[in-house]
């Protein structure tokens, strides 16, 4: 019971610092925004990042370490990951430039984070209407990757349980062949620190582990996703 309630107040002075750090953070971004060059505005937002997993170890005890650096793409590609909770997208942001993520539509609407989000042209989708979602995703997604950046996708679509990897779609595979460029494939186990849905953070170290560029080749879009998926599910039950 002792324990619970001072992970519970140490969860609540993070929640407290990170919005208010956030809030800081973003009028200063959407202000100096027009005079922000391209990379300033992604440097901009590592720096948020930055700030939110300097401040998550600080008060909750959450340390993480990365493997396989070397694998992150030296040209345009789409990083396709298992999705556990927020912890992944603050990091992958941090680690990944110049990238654009894929978001629900809803979230550019939050004041002042989702402002900033729109401003750095993430592809936004409308997931109740999952036919027009997946030509977006295309359009857009092949606009991006065009135009120099990474695409970060999670296809199992909605967050899974600690441990758990949901059956992913073909979207982030369909992508890549219509952009013509490698599939980077990132497992964690961020979960057990960040749980989904839950408020509490539990100390501890979140494992990433980055994968060697995962090529085409002659393969269709089921093809490609069936060897993404079975990697990232046996990194994840290894971090598990």
Same mark, same amino acid.
């Given at each position: 019971?002792?324990? /619970?309630?001072?992970?519970?107040?140490?969860?609540?002075?993070?929640?407290?610092?990170?919005?208010?750090?956030?809030?800081?953070?973003?009028?200063?971004?959407?202000?100096?925004? *027009?005079?922000?060059?391209?990379?300033?505005?992604?440097?901009?937002?590592?720096?948020?990042?930055? @700030?939110?997993?300097?401040?998550? /170890?600080?008060?909750?005890?959450?340390?993480?370490?990365?493997?396989?650096?070397?694998?992150?793409?030296?040209? *345009?590609?789409?990083?396709?990951?298992?999705?556990?909770?927020?912890?992944?997208?603050?990091?992958?942001?941090?680690?990944?430039?110049?990238?654009?993520?894929?978001?629900?539509?809803?979230?550019?609407?939050?004041?002042?984070?989702?402002?900033?989000?729109?401003?750095?042209? *993430?592809?936004?989708?409308?997931?109740?209407?999952? /036919?027009?979602?997946?030509?977006?995703?295309?359009?857009?997604?092949?606009?991006?990757?065009?135009?120099?950046?990474?695409?970060?996708? @999670?296809?199992?679509?909605?967050?899974?349980?600690?441990?758990?990897?949901?059956?992913?779609?073909?979207?982030?595979?369909?992508?890549?062949?219509?952009?013509?460029?490698?599939?980077?494939?990132?497992?964690?186990?961020?979960?057990?620190?960040?749980?989904?849905?839950?408020?509490?953070?539990? *100390?501890?170290?979140?494992?990433?582990?980055?994968?060697?560029?995962?090529?085409?080749?002659? /393969?269709?879009?089921?093809?490609?996703?069936?060897?993404?998926?079975?990697?990232?599910?046996?990194?994840?039950?290894?971090?598990?």
């Amino acid at each position: 019971m002792i324990t /619970r309630f001072f992970l519970g107040a140490r969860s609540l002075v993070f929640y407290i610092g990170y919005y208010t750090g956030t809030v800081i953070i973003c009028i200063f971004f959407i202000l100096l925004f *027009p005079i922000l060059p391209p990379k300033g505005r992604h440097v901009f937002a590592g720096l948020w990042c930055g @700030f939110a997993l300097g401040w998550l /170890r600080l008060c909750c005890g959450v340390k993480y370490v990365v493997h396989g650096l070397a694998n992150l793409p030296k040209r *345009p590609a789409i990083i396709l990951a298992n999705h556990q909770s927020s912890w992944e997208t603050i990091l992958f942001y941090k680690l990944i430039f110049p990238v654009s993520p894929i978001l629900k539509k809803e979230l550019t609407h939050i004041p002042f984070w989702g402002w900033s989000m729109r401003l750095l042209k *993430p592809i936004a989708i409308d997931r109740s209407k999952p /036919r027009e979602a997946g030509r977006s995703l295309l359009v857009q997604g092949v606009d991006r990757i065009h135009n120099g950046n990474s695409v970060i996708i @999670f296809p199992e679509g909605s967050r899974s349980k600690y441990g758990c990897v949901k059956r992913f779609s073909r979207g982030g595979a369909k992508l890549a062949i219509a952009a013509n460029t490698d599939i980077i494939p990132i497992a964690h186990n961020a979960g057990y620190c960040w749980p989904a849905h839950e408020f509490t953070k539990k *100390p501890g170290l979140v494992t990433v582990v980055i994968g060697e560029k995962i090529e085409l080749g002659e /393969r269709d879009a089921s093809e490609i996703t069936a060897d993404v998926e079975d990697w990232i599910r046996k990194k994840v039950n290894e971090l598990g």
